[in-house]
C-alpha cells in the first residue's frame, strides 16, 4: 500500500502550482476611467489597501476617490488588495487621493472606515 | 494509512480554523472562501462573459479549481476525505455516531440511490442562480455549511438561518455518514466523472478475499467494495477505511493505471 502517498503528495504539488501561477497572471476586478479625455501627463501611484476585498468594495473606493480633481483612472486587483490609481499631477498628488479614500464614511449616523492604506 | 490520512486531514483542519480565528481578531481579511475552489467554478463563468471577477473571487479561485481537477482525475476524490475541513467533521462526527450505534446507519438501497442524486440538482440550482439570479455574486455562501461553520456563524443577515443548516448538517452527519458530501455537495457533484476515471483506484484481488464483507460495513459512503473487482464507484473518496480494516494483506490494493 505505498501508493498511499502519491495522494498527500498529489494534493501538495496541486496547492503549491495553484498558489505559484496565481500570481503569473493578473485579471483586474475593477476598471474606471474617470475622465473623458486623458490628460497630456498622467502619474500613477499603487496602493496596498486594507478592506479592498471584492468588487463592492471596489466601486466603493471608486466612489471615494471620484470626487478628487484630478484623478483620472482606478485598477483595483482584490486578491492582492491592490489599487492603481492614475492622475494628473498637475492637479492632484498621492497624499490627496490616499485621505480621501481613509475617510471616514457616515455609516449608520456614526463615522466609519472602509478603507486603510498599508505603509 | 489512517495515520497520514488524519494528519493531512488535520493540517487543514487546522489551516482553516486559524484563517477563522485571525479572521475574527481582526488581523485578516481572508475567509474559509478565499481558499474554496467551488468559487473557482464560478468565478470562471464571469471571467469568460464579463472578462473579469464578480465578487470577492480571483485568480487563486480558479487555480485551486483547475488543481482540483486535475487531483480529481489522479487520485479520484480524494479531495474530500483527505482534505475538505468540512468532510473530515462529518466524518469524525460519523464514527462518533458509529460508536453510538454499533453501525454506520444507512437509508435503504433505493432511497440511497436517489439521495445520491440529489447534489446534481443543487448543482444545477446553485450554477443557475449565480449566474442569473446572483448576478455572478457567491450568493451560495449563505446556505454553504463549508463557509457557514468556518466563519464562525458570521458575516451573514439571517444568523439563525446559517445556524440551522450548519448545525443541521453537522446533527445529520452523526446519524447519516457524510451527509452533506454524499447527497448535497455541489462540488461533489463536479467531481463525479472525473472520479470514475480517476487513475488511483482500489482494486480487489479476488484470491485473497474471503468475502468477509468488514470493508462495506467500513465504508462511510456505502460502497460495496466486497462485490467489486475494482472499486470505480463514483462516490469512492480513496479515504482507504476499507483496506485499513481489510484482515487479508493484499486483498485490497491501491492501482495506478492498473498496476
Keep these: 500500500m505505498k501508493k498511499v502517498v502519491i495522494i498527500p503528495a498529489a494534493v501538495l504539488l496541486l496547492i503549491l502550482v495553484a498558489f505559484a501561477t496565481t500570481g503569473a497572471y493578473r485579471v483586474p476586478t475593477l476598471e474606471i476611467e474617470f475622465v473623458k479625455e486623458r490628460p497630456a501627463v498622467v502619474a500613477s501611484v499603487e496602493y496596498t489597501v486594507d478592506g479592498l476585498t471584492c468588487r463592492g468594495k471596489s466601486r466603493g473606493f471608486a466612489g471615494m476617490i471620484s470626487g478628487v480633481e484630478g484623478v483620472v483612472s482606478l485598477t483595483t486587483y482584490v486578491r492582492t488588495n491592490t489599487a492603481i490609481v492614475e492622475y494628473d499631477p498637475a492637479l492632484t498628488n498621492p497624499v490627496e487621493i490616499e485621505t480621501a479614500f481613509e475617510g471616514p464614511i457616515i455609516h449608520e449616523g456614526e463615522e466609519d472606515f472602509l478603507f486603510k492604506a498599508k505603509k | ?259
Design chain 2, 1 to 259: 494509512m489512517r495515520v497520514l490520512r488524519t494528519i493531512v486531514q488535520t493540517l487543514f483542519l487546522a489551516g482553516v480554523v486559524a484563517v477563522m480565528i485571525r479572521g475574527a481578531m481582526g488581523l485578516t481579511t481572508s475567509t474559509c472562501g478565499t481558499y474554496c475552489p467551488f468559487a473557482g467554478l464560478v468565478a470562471l463563468y464571469s471571467l469568460l462573459r464579463y472578462k473579469t471577477y464578480t465578487c470577492a473571487m480571483n485568480e487563486l479561485h480558479v487555480a485551486l479549481f483547475v488543481s482540483l481537477v486535475a487531483l480529481t482525475l489522479i487520485t479520484k476524490k480524494s479531495f474530500c476525505s483527505w482534505v475538505c475541513p468540512l468532510g473530515t467533521v462529518q466524518e469524525w462526527i460519523g464514527k462518533a455516531g458509529r460508536k453510538v450505534f454499533g453501525r454506520y446507519v444507512r437509508p435503504p438501497i433505493a432511497v440511497d440511490r436517489i439521495l445520491l442524486n440529489l447534489k446534481y440538482v443543487v448543482l444545477v440550482l446553485v450554477l443557475g442562480l449565480t449566474w442569473t439570479v446572483w448576478q455572478g455574486h457567491l450568493g451560495f455562501r449563505a446556505y454553504d455549511p463549508f463557509y457557514i461553520i468556518f466563519t464562525g456563524f458570521q458575516g451573514h443577515e439571517t444568523l439563525w438561518f446559517s445556524i440551522f443548516i450548519g448545525i443541521g448538517v453537522l446533527v445529520a452527519a452523526f446519524f447519516v455518514p457524510m451527509v452533506w458530501c454524499r447527497y448535497l455537495c455541489p462540488l461533489s457533484a463536479v467531481m463525479d466523472p472525473m472520479s470514475r476515471a480517476g487513475f488511483l483506484r482500489l482494486r480487489r484481488n479476488p484470491g485473497l478475499c474471503t468475502d468477509c464483507g468488514i470493508c462495506d460495513e467500513a465504508c462511510p459512503h456505502g460502497i460495496r467494495v466486497a462485490t467489486a473487482d475494482e472499486v470505480t464507484a463514483r462516490n469512492c473518496t480513496n479515504c482507504l477505511e476499507c483496506a485499513e480494516v481489510c484482515p487479508e494483506k493484499g486483498a485490497l490494493e491501491l492501482t495506478l493505471f492498473g498496476k
